[in-house]
């Protein structure tokens, strides 16, 4: 259903979709409220047990990323890039521990980059474009499965910590 010209925001009742797998919304206008639907993320996705990948790229949809997400055990691929994001990533994002690719660049997101965000699944982590600061995690050294990482267009301070600089597979 992505690029389908789907508007207002997405309803809780989602949320009760326990067997879905993938949610693909790309490209929609999430942006708009409406009756009985919920502004930004609803919590309620914390509740879709099998998802795999969700896709919620350039809808506009804003708010936080709620921490609910980070319940999702099987989410192998989040996409929130240019989603009109804000806050903090929650930490509770550091639970997923099948996640290969997460993306969430093109967003407002400050505060530090979680470090249980790394782990050796993680193939791609894109954060480019936000406001994060502080510096890289040494938890990085941890994402040994890591192929591209990028995180320009941020706040970030000091270098890459020793670990990540020797990683070979990295573009």
């Known amino acids: 259903m992505a690029s389908s010209g789907i508007g207002g925001r997405l309803p809780t009742q ?6 879905l797998e993938e949610m693909l919304l790309s490209g929609n206008e999430l ?3 409406g009756i009985n639907q919920s502004e930004g993320i609803p919590t309620e996705l914390g ?3 099998e998802l795999k990948r969700m896709s919620l790229e350039s809808t506009d949809i804003g708010g936080e990323i709620p921490s609910t997400l980070g319940k999702l055990t099987k989410l192998e691929d989040l996409n929130l890039n240019f989603a ?3 806050g903090q990533i929650p930490h509770e994002l550091g639970r997923l521990d099948d996640i290969v690719i997460l993306k969430l660049g093109g967003n407002s997101l400050n505060g530090p980059i979680p470090a249980g965000l790394f782990h050796d699944k993680l ?3 894109l954060l480019l474009d936000n406001e994060l600061s502080g510096s890289i995690p040494a938890e990085i050294g941890n994402a040994t499965g890591l192929q591209y990482f990028l995180a320009g267009g941020n706040r ?6 020793r670990d990540f600089i020797s990683f070979d597979s990295l573009c």
Do not use: M, S, V
Not at 14 to 19: P, R, S, V
Not at 156 to 161: F, R, V
């Open 14 to 19: 989602l949320g009760k979709l326990i067997k």
């Open 31 to 33: 942006g708009r409220a």
């Open 47 to 49: 509740e879709l047990k």
């Open 84 to 86: 009109g994001l804000t």
């Open 123 to 125: 193939e791609e982590l």
């Open 156 to 161: 970030l301070e000091g270098g890459y910590p």
